[in-house]
Structures are given as C-alpha cells and as structure tokens.
C-alpha cells in the first residue's frame, strides 16, 4: 500500500570505524560485574549494556521511537538497557551520557535534543572507548566521535512540503496569487527543524508571492502549537498556509483556529505537517491535515544490528541505506511530486492506508 518510496527519506549512515566493540571486551570479569542486573545475572550475564539518551516524550512520534528502542533493546533481545528521558532539556541529555560513561556501558545511543555543545562530551567517550551511535536528530562533531548515524533527511522532508504546496496551489487555480504562510517550527536548534526549515524555505525563497509571515518555535508539542498558533491569530490578519513541523503541533494549531471559529484543512487555511503518526493520518483522512509528511521513528533496530555486529568484533564499514517514507494527501489531486531530482507518490489517505499505520 505505501508505494511512495522516499528515497531520499531515512538515511541510515554507517561511518567506517575503528570502533569494534571494544567496550565490552576490554575487562569482561568487571563488565559483567557492573551491568548485571541480579535478574540478569540469573537469565543471562553475557546482556550488551546499552546506554540511550533520549530527547523526551513530547509527542506521538517520539512516544513510538521509545516504545521501539525499549522493544529492540530488551533483555529478551540480549540487552541491559539503561534509559534516559532528557525532558527535552540538553543539559540533562548531556549528563546522562557521561553517567553512562561513568557507568562504562558497552554502548551509547545518542537521540540528540540540539545539534550543538556535543565535541567535549564525545571526545569523553572515545577517551573511555565506549562505541556512541546517533540516531534520528544528528550532532555536530567530528565524524571520528561517533559509530554511525541513523536518521532521516530532513530537508528532503522539507523540500517534500514545499514541493506539494506548489503542484497543490497550481492545482487550485492559486499558482500566481499572494499566499501568506505561517511555520510553527519544532525545537530551535534540533537538526529535524534546522532541516526541515531549510528544505522548505527553498522553495519559499524561490517564489515571489509565498511570503513567510512568521516563523516561531512551537517545541513539538500540542501545547507549543496552540501557544504560537494563538500568537499568529492576534498577530495576522490572514494566513493561507500554517506548516506545522509536527502532528502535535498540528493539533494545536487547529485547536487555536477551532477556538476563534477559523477553518482549516479542506475548508480553510492549508494545514501542513509532519511525522505522518496514526492520529495525523486520520486527520489527513478526515481533511483537517491538507498533507502529511513521513518521518520513520523505527530506528532502534539498526542500531541494535550494527551493535551486534561490533560486538562479534566486525567491522561497520561505511554504508548509505534508504528506508521508505512516504507523501500523503487528503485530496485525491496530486499524483507525485519531485524532490532531489527523485518523483514521490502522494497518497490519498483511505481508511485502508490508515489501518496499515504501525506507529
Ligand atoms: O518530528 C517530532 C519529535 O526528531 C524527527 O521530534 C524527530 C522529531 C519529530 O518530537 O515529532
């Protein structure tokens, strides 16, 4: 049923590395010592102690990222899993990585909050030896600091809204009007609303009648969305377009156009967003959401791979993998749209596609 296959979507980066799990290995007798759990040391002492600093729980596709991260790392799948809800808070996020390092874990997976202060922390575990992998939000640092990062591409993301705007505008007889277009950004300085505003502001800088009135951030949660959706109510007389970095944000936003008796999606102001969770879909399916784009919160499971394979003593040599996300649409209008010189299908959400929905 998921035909657009997003090439350029999730892109799964394995570095070469000199990394070959020598964390685990380097004094096994006080390894297994220290990450035992007593159940543990019952079932099994040989448990790959991973440590997973994660973002927080700000919304339905983080909720499903960590459901999958506890699933793919549990002690049934060979793992003693240390985690961490950092609140959305990078002071915190930072601190549990070094608590894991004072730990001396096998491994550490890094969802970073923000993209930047990361170098000294890094360099701290290299220094221990422990393996850090980055998964979904990236980091800026050296790319010797990490194993391998598995994420999305965000800005193809962002192209992705971009592109669909213009064939749907077109499409309504609007191609050449004035259209007024408001983002609630997701956090400030995560690489997913770096990435995303950037891929879409290309196609805003390209055209002389789309105007970004604003650009706020609305932290990727519902509460955020409804705070600057609010905001932007009292602030603009009109608003065609309202990009929503996320679904919770989306909720918000409606909430606030709801609650001054303004439509949107089918009926009103454009409603864009992204994550494409269960809920959003059904949104879509339901003409609140105008489209949805895809991103894929089930990247634990490369991480536990890559893992495992650093623990036989394998090399991760340096590897590029597409995984499939997808456009979808309420209307059934756009057939593909362009993004990186690569077509994408735009799926009509049906009660169908919404039932194939695992996140
Ligand atoms: O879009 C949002 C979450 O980093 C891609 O973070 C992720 C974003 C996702 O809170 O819902």
Request: charged share 25%; glycine share 14%; hydrophobic share 25%.
């Given at each position: 049923m998921r035909s657009g296959f997003f090439k350029t979507g999730v892109i799964l980066l394995l570095i070469s590395t000199m990394?070959?799990?020598?964390g685990r290995h380097d004094n096994p007798e006080e390894t297994v010592a220290e990450s035992a759990t007593p159940e543990a040391d019952v079932h099994n002492n040989e448990l790959i102690k991973v440590g997973f600093a994660q973002v927080g729980h700000e919304s339905d596709w983080r909720i499903a990222a960590t459901e999958s991260a506890m699933e793919t790392f549990s002690e049934k799948n060979g793992f003693d899993l240390l985690y961490v809800d950092a609140n959305n808070d990078p002071d915190m996020q930072m601190g549990a990585v070094r608590s894991f390092i004072e730990q001396k874990v096998d491994y550490i997976v890094i969802d970073p909050i923000v993209t930047k202060g990361w170098n000294s922390i890094m360099k701290e575990a290299k220094k221990a030896g422990i393996p850090v992998f980055i998964i979904d939000r990236m980091i800026d640092c050296d790319e010797d600091l990490y194993v391998a990062w598995f994420g999305s591409d965000f800005v193809a993301e962002g192209e992705a809204a971009g592109a669909w705007l213009e064939a749907y505008l077109n499409d309504k007889g609007r191609g050449n009007d004035n259209i007024d277009i408001a983002v609630i950004a997701?956090?400030?300085?995560?690489s997913a609303q770096i990435g995303r505003s950037k891929g879409f502001d290309r196609y805003i800088d390209s055209k002389?009648?789309?105007?970004?009135?604003d650009e706020t951030d609305g932290e990727f949660t519902k509460n955020g969305g409804r705070r600057v959706m609010d905001e932007y109510i009292k602030k603009y007389?009109?608003?065609d377009v309202v990009v929503c970095q996320n679904d919770n944000e989306a909720w918000g936003a409606m909430e606030a156009l709801k609650s001054v008796g303004k439509k949107y999606g089918e009926e009103g102001t454009v409603i864009i967003s992204f994550d494409a969770v269960y809920d959003g879909l059904s949104d879509v399916l339901e003409g609140n959401i105008n489209a949805d784009f895809e991103c894929n919160p089930l990247s634990a499971p490369y991480v536990a791979d890559a893992i495992r394979k650093l623990d036989r003593g394998e090399q991760v040599t340096k590897k590029i993998n597409y995984i499939d996300e997808a456009c979808f649409q309420h209307?059934?209008?756009?057939k593909s749209i362009v993004v990186n010189g690569h077509t994408m299908d735009m799926i009509t959400v049906t009660w169908d596609v919404l039932l194939e929905r695992a996140y």
């Open positions: 990394f070959t799990g020598c997701g956090t400030e300085g995560s002389p009648n789309w105007n970004k009135l007389d009109n608003i209307e059934d209008n756009i």
